[in-house]
């Protein structure tokens, strides 16, 4: 094939928007999944936050998503452990709390000590957003109340109900939400038709699972195979 061809075969793709669930340090799933997705420079790449913690290389995947981002569109959503991860860089009265929650072996991928995470991967957790929306989809970390928009909802519910606890009908807008953060542990998609759960439990021996949002079509990758 020669460049003129590889070309129009990129432009005469369609644009895609592919959302990507919870990695949680799980960096060689991360990198499985990228390769098998071929981003262009027409795609969208929606991280639905929980970057870190409870699996192997944290630093790592921060590196990937940062890397990333800087050569394609990336929209990188809030998850309820950058939020705790702040908390406990700033306030060392939380970290006792974050290091049970995973955060010890965020630490130790960075050698052990607060000190040695950079301040780019600060920067990048707090550049994260809360949700984001398209035409026809939105994308929150946890969950949603279905009568009013998201940008007027409560932090408990978008980073941290799981569905277990509440699993809302139709959103108001008429438009499909996808989330993460509630895992499923038998490594599959949670699909209600007006809500999809793509949080597959990497870090536990599920998936990591990239979902196109306009085909349905899906990708998933294994920490460990
Ligand atoms: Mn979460």
Redesign the pocket.
Known sequence: MTDTDQHIEQTDSPPRTIAVG?IHGCAQALERLLAAIELTSQDTIVFL??YMDRGPNSKRVLEIVIELSEQFQVIPLL???EIMMLDAVKESVMRDLWLQFGGQQTIESYGGDFANIPTEHLDFMQQCLPFYETEDHLFV??NYLPGSPLADQEDQVR?WTHLLDFQPGPHKSGKRVIV??TPQTHGNILDFGHLVCI?TYCFGGGNLTAFDVSTNEIWQAKENE
Do not use: R
Request: charged share 25%.
């Open positions: 919870d936050g929980d998850g309820n452990h970390h946890a980073y993460g953060h949080d």
